[in-house]
């Protein structure tokens, strides 16, 4: 097999772009949680962690 230029897919030559702006943080940081978002995220834990209802089938 050729190694040469007209055998190389350009399109396989370079990574895949980042999915989102968002994914890198540049400048200021997020701000923290406040004490009712931290309380609901260990309750939605919590529940999420639950093992489901056997079904009465």
Do not use: C, F
Not at 15 to 24: G, K, M, N, T
Request: no cysteine.
């Amino acid at each position: 097999m050729s190694n040469t230029r007209r055998d190389v897919d350009p399109t396989l030559a370079y990574p895949e772009p980042p999915a989102s702006p968002l994914w890198h943080r540049h400048g200021a940081k997020a701000r923290p949680l406040t004490d009712a978002q931290r309380q609901r995220n260990r309750e939605l834990l919590v529940i999420g962690q639950r093992k489901p209802r056997k079904s009465a089938a």
